[in-house]
């Protein structure tokens, strides 16, 4: 039984700091107690715990635009996160894990806002069909979360720019996507802004939960213990190197003949490569199968590799510059 609800307001934009926040509270969440969790992450685009993050975003474009690429706990389909995106996570010990009441708090936080909001399928709340909330969940068979997005006035062009590429070249076994029609709650509500809506979210909260939200107490945090966490969820192995095997295929027709490279790539470590060309000069061609074995999967590492490929013939160097500026389009 639940019988102290806590939040806690978290000014941090960083996503890596965030999820680990996240993380930490679930560990220490109280067996008597719901923490309702208000965050904010700038420019991130976040991937669930089993998806391809090559399928699921444009990886170079948002890093060279300063954004993050994160991976999370819970299941589900990639978001993108903006400052105009509020989101919210419900965390409990697992037996007092209750969805419908959970939701209830996000429905009746918004409808105080006279905004017709209603539960729409499994994990979407929408208005008038058309979705501003997204939910996922996760357990650790102890203790569980419900966490989901807000959208209040995200920049919806960044939204489309950096996810659900059509990658018809990858051939993955990670969870794919779906994508919904999505629209900000401040197209229903002028003046509706971040602050208003964390306010009427803990008031929700309360009505909800029949008692008065309490901040969580500060003396509860241990700040070594959410730095180490952080580190984890910005680390490669965690956001790339998953096991999800897949392949990647690379076509272009350059002024010297065509090129064909085909990736098969495993916790974001290139396996296995095979090339393929009709240039008249296949002794350069001949020698990238094997200098991409073993390589990350990264525009930056594999063009690295190329350039340790010594020098053939005379052509060699139109060749490898053509192959670097195909690598440098695909944005991998």
Known sequence: MIKHIN???????????????????????KQDECILYLWQNEKTVVIGKNQNPWKECRIKELEENGGKLVRRLSGGGAVFHDLGNLNFTFLVNKENYNLEKQLDVILKAVNHLSIPAEKSGRNDITVEGRKFSGNAFYSDGKQAYHHGTLLI????DNLSKYLNVSRDKLVSKGVDSVRSRVINLSEYQEGLNINIMKNELIRAFGEVYGDEPIPLAAERINHKEIEDLSKKHSSWDWIFGKKIPFNYLI????????????????????????????????GFINLIPDSFKNCL????????????????????????????????????
């Open 7 to 29: 939040y806690i307001l978290n000014d941090e934009y960083n996503p890596y700091h965030n999820l680990a926040l996240e993380e930490y509270l679930l560990n220490h969440v």
């Open 153 to 156: 006035n995200v920049n919806m």
């Open 251 to 282: 076509e272009k027709r350059l002024e010297w003949g065509n090129i064909e490279i085909e990736f098969h790539v495993e916790a974001g470590i290139v396996q296995e490569c095979m090339a393929y060309s009709d240039s008249m000069d296949t």
């Open 297 to 332: 999967f990264t525009g930056e590492a594999l063009i690295r590799r190329l350039k340790e490929i010594p020098c053939i013939d005379s052509n060699t160097d139109a060749i490898r510059e053509g192959i670097i500026g195909v690598l440098k389009e695909e944005q991998i």
